[in-house]
């Protein structure tokens, strides 16, 4: 197993030398086979830091399992860290499973250990067994080439040194070097679905091939170079795909429905994981289903993701964004000239000489300050409302002059639609209402400026 170990180490160019490196030691046969395989590599010199953590769910059990690898960790003169966390209560919480609820402390206390003693790595025990047992599972869960993937043996600080190795092996290793371990019992309810997946599905895999779990930790391997592939050419198109928006992003329809279908499902992952921070919960059915709504020859539309993530789309343009955005209500009053600023945009109003207009600007709108009466309203579209465009004597319905631009509908609430005394003077970026426009050039003008329009 020990030479297995070292190309592993160098297979994926994990550890370098006199590296201080944080174990995550559980007690169990993978995290002592771990602990004891990183001590023998003498020619590495590796600093160790052995970081066990009580999750405060087995009680007695765990207190037996800490207790062991204090011993352990002592009996090998290296440095032991606790800690003990509520797993139960953070899971109601932040609303997770009890095994991602597990992870998330795990892992943010073996960041506190790296960070606390200056270590350069996070260790952990995952095995060639535990990578067999992620791709079956997230099959079953319907996942893409990402989630098949697997546990990757390197992930910014965190080392995987087993992920080629089999469990039969890490036992085998100890019980050639007569070293003891503790049993976790939760490990054998099938309650969980990895235990399932573990004592029931792999076995009977094992029937057809007994190599099962080798060939599926080969074929994680292959998607996660050809994904790792796709991502690069994906992140190479994506700002022609996508113009940022604080915390949103505004897709161009006819660029991305022209992109190879392998690119389009790795760019909808990255939108989305830009959007959430994660794709937690995101399976290949979801992707799929906003692919093809995109490609739909429906006008207009939209598709709800998980995380409160949602897709919609209108006319050439698409935006991803959290639902809780997507029809936000707003109303400001402006006082007088001068700068102010909006959640949604910030504005600029001042007097001009006429000699210094620029036209051409859409952000920017001038009028005869007579005509302008303070305070101003600035607010979104309401039904109903009505207004005469620039050029024109009558007036038009909003809802129609939006269907006639083109303006997708998810984008009409977003307008910042200025009003004085009552009446529409400006839709803001958009059009200058005919009533307000000016008559005498050679006055001083009004101008009114959108900074930072959210909806743009």
Not at 328 to 350: D, N
């Amino acid at each position: 197993m020990l030479a297995r170990v070292k190309k592993t180490l160098k297979k994926y160019n994990m550890l370098t030398q006199g590296e201080k490196v944080v174990l995550g030691v559980s007690g169990g046969a993978d995290s002592i086979a771990m602990l004891y395989a990183l001590n023998e590599l003498i020619d590495y010199g590796l600093e160790l830091i052995v970081a066990h953590l009580n999750h405060g769910i087995r009680e007695e059990e765990a207190k037996r399992d800490s207790d062991f690898v204090k011993e352990t960790a002592k009996s090998l003169g290296l440095t032991f860290v606790y800690g003990e966390v509520d797993t139960l209560k953070f899971k109601e919480e932040s609303a997770l499973s009890l095994e991602d609820a597990a992870r998330t402390l795990r892992y943010k206390f073996f960041n506190q250990v790296l960070n606390k003693h200056y270590a350069t790595k996070i260790a952990t025990a995952h095995t060639m067994d535990d990578q067999a047992e992620t791709v079956l599972m997230r099959l079953l869960r319907g996942s893409g080439s990402k989630g098949l993937s697997g546990i990757p043996p390197v992930s910014n600080s965190i080392v995987r040194p087993l992920i080629d190795t089999s469990r039969s092996e890490v036992e085998e290793y100890l019980r050639s070097k007569k070293v003891e371990w503790v049993e976790d019992t939760t490990n054998e309810s099938k309650e969980f679905l990895r235990n399932r997946v573990r004592h029931d599905l792999l076995v009977e895999l094992e029937s057809y091939n007994p190599q099962i779990k080798e060939t599926l930790s080969r074929t994680a391997d292959i998607l996660r170079a050809e994904e790792e592939f796709i991502s690069k050419e994906a992140l190479k198109h994506f700002g022609d795909i996508f113009s940022p928006n604080k915390s949103e992003l505004i897709g161009d329809l006819k660029h991305y429905r022209n992109i190879d279908k392998s690119l389009r499902f790795s760019l909808l992952r990255l939108a989305i994981e830009k959007i959430t921070g994660s794709l937690k919960n995101i399976s290949s059915i979801h992707i799929v289903s906003a692919d093809d709504f995109l490609l739909s020859d429906a006008a207009s539309g939209e598709v709800e993701l998980p995380q409160g993530t949602v897709m919609v789309k209108g006319y050439d343009i698409f935006l991803v964004t959290k639902k809780s955005e997507l029809e936000r209500e707003f109303s400001y009053t402006i006082q007088t000239v001068g700068k102010w600023s909006f959640p949604e945009f910030e504005v600029e109003l001042s007097i001009l000489k006429t000699d210094t207009l620029d036209e051409n600007d859409e952000s920017v709108a001038y009028f005869d300050p007579e005509t302008v009466k303070f305070p101003l309203q600035v607010r979104n579209f309401n039904p109903g409302d009505r207004f005469s465009p620039l050029g024109m004597t009558t007036s038009k319905k909003l809802q129609d002059y939006f269907t006639d631009i083109k303006l997708p509908q998810f984008l009409r609430s977003r307008v910042p639609i200025f009003i004085c005394s009552g009446e529409i003077m400006w839709l803001g970026g958009i059009r200058l209402d005919n009533r307000f426009k000016i008559t005498d050039k050679n006055k001083e003008v009004l101008m009114i400026k959108l900074i930072r329009p959210r909806w743009l």
